[in-house]
T-cell receptor, first 115, second 116 residues
Framework: GQQLNQSPQSMFIQEGEDVSMNCTSS?????WLWYKQDPGEGPVLLIA?????ELTSNGRLTAQFGITRKDSFLNISASIPSDVGIYFC???????????????FGQGTILTVHP | DTEVTQTPKHLVMGMTNKKSLKCEQH?????MYWYKQKAKKPPELMFV???????INESVPSRFSPECPNSSLLNLHLHALQPEDSALYLC???????????????FGPGTRLLVL
C-alpha cells in the first residue's frame, strides 16, 4: 500500500534552533499535506503542496514537494516554545489513478522545544 | 473560514450507554470524514461521506453508526462501546474529489471519548 515514512520520530531542540523533518514514500503522491497537532486538539493544516518541486512558506515554516513526487520536507526556522506538538505529513491514497478521499499519514514527528 | 466544529469536547460513557458525537462545517464542503486517533498515533479513517452518502466504511464495528443529515452536519452514534474504543474522535471535511478539487482535509478539534 501507499505508506509514508516520516522522520525523525522525535526531536528535542533549544529555542531558536531550526528544525527539519521529512516524509518519503515508495509511491508517487499528487498532494502533500503537513499538519500540526497540539495535545488534545485536532490536526491543524500548516501547508498544502500540489505540484512537484513546489516550495511554499507559511511564516517560519517552509515545505517542499519533492521533484520525484515521492518525498516532502518541512522546515521550521527559529523555533519557539509554541512550536511544540506532533507534526504529521499526509497524502491522498491513490489506486489505479483514482483517489478515494482517503489520506495516508506519516507516523508523526514529536517536537519538544526547550526555552 | 476553515472551521470544523465538534461537540462535545469530552465524553465519558459506560458500555451500555448510547451517545452521539456531532460535527458541523459551513465551508460548503460536500465530503465529511470520521477518524479515530489513539495517543501519539496518526488518525485512522473510519467513514467517508460524499454528497451526504456513505462512500467508505473502513470495516468499522456496527457499534459505531454514522449519519449525515445534511451537507453541513455529520453525526456518529455510539452504542455498546468497549473500553478499547476510548480515543480522540476527529471529524474532517473537504471538497469531494469528483469536483476536480484539491484533496485538502480540514479537521475539527475532536471529541475525547472515555469508555468505562
Amino acid at each position: 500500500g501507499q505508506q509514508l515514512n516520516q522522520s525523525p520520530q522525535s526531536m528535542f531542540i533549544q529555542e531558536g534552533e531550526d528544525v527539519s523533518m521529512n516524509c518519503t514514500s515508495s509511491s508517487i503522491f499528487n498532494t502533500w499535506l503537513w499538519y500540526k497537532q497540539d495535545p488534545g486538539e485536532g490536526p491543524v493544516l500548516l501547508i498544502a503542496l500540489y505540484k512537484a518541486g513546489e516550495l511554499t512558506s507559511n511564516g517560519r515554516l517552509t515545505a517542499q514537494f519533492g521533484i520525484t513526487r515521492k518525498d516532502s520536507f518541512l522546515n521550521i526556522s527559529a523555533s519557539i516554545p509554541s512550536d511544540v506538538g506532533i507534526y504529521f505529513c499526509a497524502g491522498p491514497v491513490n489506486a489505479g489513478g483514482t483517489s478515494y478521499g482517503k489520506l495516508t499519514f506519516g507516523q508523526g514527528t514529536i517536537l519538544t522545544v526547550h526555552p | 473560514d476553515t472551521e470544523v466544529t465538534q461537540t462535545p469536547k469530552h465524553l465519558v460513557m459506560g458500555m451500555t450507554n448510547k451517545k452521539s458525537l456531532k460535527c458541523e462545517q459551513h465551508m460548503g464542503h460536500r465530503a465529511m470524514y470520521w477518524y479515530k486517533q489513539k495517543a501519539k498515533k496518526p488518525p485512522e479513517l473510519m467513514f467517508v461521506y460524499s454528497y451526504e452518502k456513505l462512500s467508505i466504511n473502513e470495516s468499522v464495528p456496527s457499534r459505531f453508526s454514522p449519519e449525515c443529515p445534511n451537507s453541513s452536519l455529520l453525526n456518529l452514534h455510539l452504542h455498546a462501546l468497549q473500553p478499547e474504543d476510548s480515543a480522540l474522535y476527529l471529524c474532517a471535511s473537504s471538497q469531494p474529489l469528483r469536483t476536480g478539487s484539491r484533496e485538502t482535509q480540514y479537521f475539527g478539534p475532536g471529541t475525547r471519548l472515555l469508555v468505562l
